[in-house]
């Protein structure tokens, strides 16, 4: 009676896992609510038509002010109720005017804001500025769920591991569960067996082991050392030519810099930030500056930025990051002047044997950097795509023609060689591109 | 005995693939062939401040071909550079192409291909604010767009440590091309290189 009782207990464990596991599914599907204006907001505001002063505020007052946090100038939200609506209207038409009036308002918040003098608008009508303020009073959107899910869970990074975890681990305890069940299963079969007389396992008569047969046998033996030696010889050769090669070196960078967002969903260009391939030896990494270009105004990331391994949250805080390294105070915009370097690891890494010059390859040749540095603006994480080996460099040379049209400099010489070489379009080889000492001295 | 020669066999396996840890860097034959004995561009060395031998320019210190920018950062500078500041480098068809190459690079993602503010940046709304070249209220000179670009202004930074200062020129030309298309002006007239 007391093996039936363990196999329910298993399956009850079993239902309650399964139980649980939906019940973690089912959470954070709700939803936000869109409550209306603050009750502050005057009428012609809250009437107004918040699309069309999205696109005035987009275009006009974006540089500098933002909705919900201090920029260039204070945050919008609420600005209807710390000023009255004539008020408004007088200093978005023009500020200047407003404070040399002396109007004392005017004044303290210019005093407040350091003396910067925000830009006239004559060009607005008393309606588009009541479709800016509408825009700018719509409230800030909570989003509760994901904040809470996040805490819950106890983990800052990619909040989408969660469900596939807890998959996997119920697919271990069934796999173990069901090992036990076959295990107590033939158990009993086979005492049934035993009972009931019948032999379970009838034993095979002894022959000559298969290895035996295979070492008296000499013809068979040599082939196989044969083989053997091949394969041994294949596998050492293998191993040797891998040594002092990157290919697939991926690692983890001091910030979580996604190549994917910036050359690839934002599509901006390689040379952007490594300017100095342009015009130098190095691709350069790009010095935090360059960074702070867009990353000023870009805080935070876009819901739709996040992926199921990284979460926005995770990102923000990769921003953060940068705010530390550059000393970037985002409550006063301005730069504390305490800075610290980022550590970048370096991937692609030629040996102090070898020059390389990407200006050469880039500017001259107008190589596209995806030649050599693969799909960089699908990589999440950046990593070495190109075994960067002698051969690897010397095939490219032998198949790449030089682009010598409206190039002055090449003129002569391509006459002469192309004689030389009885052919139409040089290629770098043919060029000098396989000399050693164009790479090594 | 036979399982457990596959047991091992498959052990020995596994220890082959975790053994490829794709973050750390693979061994070298002779290390010291590889390495360079002097300081590498983007080395950690214990001599420098934070170790960190990519380092900031010494104040004053001139590379090739830079001319020093003398208008101050601000809004006095920016009114002065506006009025009196001219592009020295010639108007010609070639130096405007080059300066459209550059602009397509560091400018376009957010200015947009034709000046008018609407890059790719700004049509996906991760930038915001950026105005058209032939804004009236800014009425952008020469002189003035240089500036910018130095300095950088509000929310925008400056291009200084990515161009130089030919660089910037040309890519001024090609802004204020910009300004005359969309105000639809007439083309300015290339000028002859004769120095």
Redesign the interface.
Same mark, same amino acid.
């Given at each position: 009676m007391e093996r039936p009782f363990i196999l329910k207990q298993f399956i009850l464990v079993f239902l309650l896992f399964f139980a649980f596991t939906m019940h973690a599914q089912d959470d954070g599907g709700g939803e936000d609510e869109e409550g209306g204006y603050g009750s502050y907001v005057p009428e012609e505001v809250a009437n107004a038509d918040e699309a069309k002063g999205k696109e005035l505020f987009n275009s006009l007052c974006a540089a500098c002010h933002k909705r919900y946090r201090d920029a260039t100038g204070p945050k919008l939200h609420g600005v209807t109720e710390r000023r009255d609506m004539d008020w408004l209207y007088k200093w978005i038409v023009n500020s200047q005017e407003l404070i040399k009036s002396g109007d004392s308002q005017a004044v303290q918040l210019y005093e407040e804001w350091n003396q910067v003098a925000m830009n006239a608008f004559p060009q607005l009508s008393n309606e588009d500025m009541d479709n800016i303020l509408a825009y700018v009073e719509v409230p800030q959107e909570v989003k509760k769920d994901k904040e809470t899910d996040v805490a819950a869970s106890g983990e800052g990074q990619g909040g989408g591991g969660i469900s596939t975890e807890i998959v996997l681990g119920l697919l271990a305890v069934v796999l173990l569960v069901l090992s036990v069940i076959l295990y107590l299963v033939n158990k009993t079969l086979n005492r049934f067996a035993e009972a009931n007389g019948i032999p379970v396992r009838a034993d095979k008569p002894k022959g000559k082991p298969i290895w035996v047969a295979f070492a008296e046998n000499q013809f068979l033996v040599l082939v196989a050392v044969v083989f053997l030696l091949l394969a041994v010889a294949w596998g050492g050769y293998g191993f040797l030519m891998q040594v002092g090669v990157d290919q697939g070196y991926e690692p983890i960078q001091p910030i979580h810099y996604s190549h994917r967002i910036h050359a690839g969903e934002n599509q901006i260009e390689c040379k952007y930030c490594h300017s100095s391939a342009r015009v130098s030896k190095h691709s350069g990494i790009p010095s935090l500056n360059v960074c702070m270009n867009c990353h000023k105004q870009i805080a935070e990331v876009s819901e739709e930025t996040a992926t199921e391994e990284y979460s926005k949250e995770f990102y923000d805080n990769e921003i953060q990051k940068l705010y530390e390294a550059t000393g970037w105070d985002e409550s006063s915009q301005s730069y504390t002047g305490e800075t610290k370097p980022v550590k970048w690891v370096r991937i692609h890494n030629l040996p102090d044997f070898a020059y390389f010059n990407h200006s050469q390859h880039v500017a001259v040749g107008g190589i596209e950097c995806q030649e050599c540095h693969g799909p960089v603006e699908e990589m999440e994480i950046m990593y070495q795509h190109s075994p960067l080996t002698m051969g690897w460099c010397i095939n490219c040379h032998r198949e790449t023609n030089i682009k010598v049209e409206g190039n002055a400099y090449y003129e002569k010489i391509h006459e002469e060689l192309s004689k030389k070489y009885d052919v139409e379009e040089l290629t770098a080889a043919e060029m000098g591109g396989l000399e050693c000492g164009k790479c090594h001295y | 005995m036979k399982s457990l020669f596959s047991i091992l066999l498959i052990a020995f396996c596994m220890t082959l693939v975790s053994c490829s840890d #794709?973050? /750390?860097?693979? &061994?070298?034959?002779f290390p010291n062939? &590889?390495?360079? %004995?002097p300081y590498d @561009?983007?080395g950690?060395y214990p001599i420098f401040p /934070? $170790?960190?031998s990519?380092l900031t320019v010494d104040e004053g210190s001139i590379s090739r071909g830079f001319t020093p920018y003398e208008y101050e950062d601000s809004?006095e500078g920016y009114e002065k550079a506006k009025e009196e500041l001219k592009n020295e480098v010639p108007y010609t068809e070639e130096n405007l192409a080059e300066g459209r190459q550059l602009y @397509?690079?560091?400018c376009a @993602?957010c200015h947009g291909d034709k000046g008018d =503010?609407k890059g790719? +940046?700004v049509e996906? $709304? #991760? %930038? +915001? =604010?950026?105005?058209s070249y032939d804004d009236q *209220?800014r009425a952008i000179t020469e002189g003035s767009v240089y500036h910018v670009m130095w300095h950088g202004i509000?929310?925008? *930074?400056? &291009?200084a440590?990515?161009?130089?200062n030919k660089e910037l020129w040309l890519v001024d030309h090609y802004v204020m091309q910009l300004k005359d298309e969309l105000e639809g002006k007439e083309p300015r007239e290339f000028e002859s290189e004769s120095e």
């Open positions: - | #794709k973050s /750390q860097p693979n &061994y070298q034959y062939m &590889y390495e360079s %004995i @561009t983007y950690e /934070q $170790e960190q990519a809004s @397509t690079i560091y @993602t =503010g790719y +940046l996906r $709304e #991760k %930038i +915001l =604010g950026v105005p *209220g509000n929310t925008m *930074g400056s &291009y440590s990515q161009m130089d």
